[in-house]
T-cell receptor, first 112, second 113 residues
Framework: DAMVIQNPRYQVTQFGKPVTLSCSQT?????MYWYQQKSSQAPKLLFH???????NEADTPDNFQSRRPNTSFCFLDIRSPGLGDAAMYLC???????????FGPGTRLTVL | GQQLNQSPQSMFIQEGEDVSMNCTSS?????WLWYKQDPGEGPVLLIA?????ELTSNGRLTAQFGITRKDSFLNISASIPSDVGIYFC?????????????FGKGTRLHILP
């Protein structure tokens, strides 16, 4: 059974048109992460939530926002996508500290 | 920000050979993690290391958490074709209300026919 679900798997948007990616989990984990992964590169941490506490990475552009309305769901909002934002976006969850980290399958974003 | 230096960047080996890759960092981490990622999929956790000096095995995989808490290595013995993929190290560091996991740049493993 899927534990970390990302929708959609593939998203196409136009330059400058806002887009929202969603992530849900059935693990009841406290921590949820969003990573950006470009081709042949490492996943880059954008931000993470520890419960409702939002932790932004210093180099994450303001164009990227996130919401976590409850434990199960987390959203990534890209306010004005540029061509450079085309990438795979990975959601992950974890219980704090000792548990492992579980990744969703990712959403591949294309910007036209 | 924190950076992990992972090497080698890529490896070309014959089936049956052993593989070794490592990660170093200028920062101390609470936990080191090793992942494998196949094309079009999210990373899958292979081994988690929780204590400095810890040596852990998972089948043909062995990983160690460096004594200084700033490095780790992963060994794969007797490689097989399904080992092909990208391997990432990751360092985990937590505070009171944050729990950050940062990835190395990856090692791409190729197995020659």
């Amino acid at each position: 059974d899927a534990m970390v679900i990302q929708n959609p798997r593939y998203q196409v948007t136009q330059f400058g048109k806002p887009v929202t990616l969603s992530c849900s989990q059935t693990l009841n984990h406290n921590v949820m992460y969003w990573y950006q992964q470009k081709s042949s590169q490492a996943p880059k941490l954008l931000f993470h939530y520890y419960d409702k506490d939002f932790n932004n990475e210093a180099d994450t552009p303001d164009n990227f926002q996130s919401r976590r309305p409850n434990t199960s769901f987390c959203f990534l909002d890209i306010r004005s996508p540029g061509l450079g934002d085309a990438a795979m976006y990975l959601c992950a969850t974890s219980s704090p500290r000792r548990d492992t980290q579980y990744f969703g399958p990712g959403t591949r974003l294309t910007v036209l | 920000g924190q950076q992990l230096n992972q090497s080698p960047q890529s490896m070309f080996i014959q089936e049956g050979e052993d593989v070794s890759m490592n990660c170093t960092s200028s920062s101390i981490f609470n936990t080191w993690l090793w992942y494998k990622q196949d094309p079009g999929e999210g990373p899958v956790l292979l081994i988690a290391l929780y204590k400095a000096g810890e040596l852990t095995s998972n089948g043909r995989l062995t990983a160690q958490f460096g004594i200084t808490r700033k490095d780790s290595f992963l060994n794969i013995s007797a490689s097989i074709p399904s080992d092909v993929g990208i391997y990432f190290c990751a360092g985990r560091k937590w505070g009171n209300r944050d729990d950050k996991i940062i990835f190395g740049k990856g090692t791409r493993l190729h197995i020659l026919p």
